[in-house]
Each structure stands twice: as C-alpha cells, then as structure tokens.
C-alpha cells in the first residue's frame, strides 16, 4: 500500500472532509499517539467490501493502525499518493530541519489575489535578502577588527602606518601576518623579521 503523510489541517485548507468518520486531531498528531489513517473511497471500498472501514484496523510499517475516515469518492489531492493519509508526526527532538521530503501548499484568504500573494512574497524575498546582507557585512566588520591588530607596519610612507621599526633604514618595513611575522618586501635594506617587534 502506498499513502501519504499529511498535516492536522490539510483538510481544512482544502474545505474537504471525510465522507465517513473523521479528520485527523491535534491528539494523533503528537509523538507516541495511537496509529490512525484516513482511507481512500476507492481503496476502502476494495479492502472492506460490503462493509465500513471506519474502525477497522490494517497494518502500516508493521504496526496496527486504525481507520478513522473514508474520503469523498475521486478525492485524490496530492494526486498520485496512494490509498491512505495518514498524520504527519513531527518529533521535534530527532527531527532534522534540511530534510526535503515535504511539499507545502496553501489557500488564499477570502478577497485575495495571486497578485497579492506575489507582492507579500516579495516583501519577505527582499527582506530575507536585506538580513543576510547584513549579517555578512557584520561577519566582515568583526573580521577586520580582528585582523587589525595583526598589522604592524607597511611602507614608511602610507600615513596611516606611523609605528615603524626604528630599525628598518629604507621605505619597507615589517608586516605581521595573522600567525608570524615576515618581511613585507624583500628590497635591500628591509629589515628582517628578526628586528620585527
């Protein structure tokens, strides 16, 4: 057999509900909660023939489980999967959030458009877009100030760089490096990194 998992409130976001029985509830849907699956009109009617499959029980990945509903006969959303729906249970201390498994679909509201939809979604686009930007111009910032204090001294003449070895005779000076120092250029006249401080 092949079903799919499907969340608490899919029904009511498609405005369809079982024929017979009922919909998932809040309580089947938690980690540890008694198996239950919604049959398919067609499959229900071939499994359980001349009789009603709410209550019946089958066994799901090996494990007795209950039918709480029957669908509307030539229900089949998503199409394609299969003869049962059965409760998407999340545990959220095994979970893992880059699983890609699960589709995800939704109604518009009462008066709203696709235009609407497409403009909101926008708005969080750029505004996703705006948040990483500045987390990586942060990231960037706090990588400078670190490296700061690692630079010691460049050539004599960039204003910037006043603390010189006073050993150094000609227009290059040491450069420190995040984990040694050495020398910036190899001219005659630099100083080593011997006489770095």
């Given amino acids: 057999m092949v079903g799919a998992w499907v969340s608490e409130d899919m029904?009511?976001?498609l405005g369809v509900y079982p024929a017979r029985g009922r919909k998932f509830e809040a309580a089947g849907m938690q980690p540890g909660a008694a198996p239950t699956i919604i049959l398919n009109h067609d499959f229900a009617a071939m499994r359980f023939p001349g009789s009603d499959a709410v209550g019946q029980s089958l066994i799901i990945d090996g494990r007795p489980t209950t039918?709480?509903?029957?669908?509307?006969q030539r229900f089949e959303f998503p199409a394609g999967d299969g003869q049962f729906r059965?409760?998407?249970i999340v545990d959220r201390a095994t979970s893992n959030r880059a699983q890609t498994y699960l589709r995800v679909m939704g109604r518009l509201a009462d008066g709203a458009t696709i235009a609407d939809v497409s403009r909101v979604l926008g708005f969080a686009a750029i505004a996703i877009l705006l948040l990483a930007c500045t987390n990586v111009?942060?990231?960037l910032?706090?990588?400078t100030a670190g490296r700061a204090t690692n630079w010691r001294c460049g050539p004599r003449w960039a204003p910037a760089r006043r603390d010189c070895h006073a050993s150094c005779s000609s227009n290059i000076c040491c450069w420190r490096w995040p984990r040694?120092?050495?020398?910036?250029s190899s001219p005659p006249g630099c100083c080593d990194a011997s006489a770095c401080p």
């Fill in 11 to 13: 029904f009511d976001v």
């Fill in 67 to 72: 039918v709480i509903g029957v669908l509307p």
């Fill in 180 to 184: 040694r120092w050495s020398p910036y």
């Fill in 137 to 139: 111009a942060g990231l």
């Fill in 141 to 143: 910032v706090v990588r």
């Fill in 86 to 88: 059965q409760p998407l």
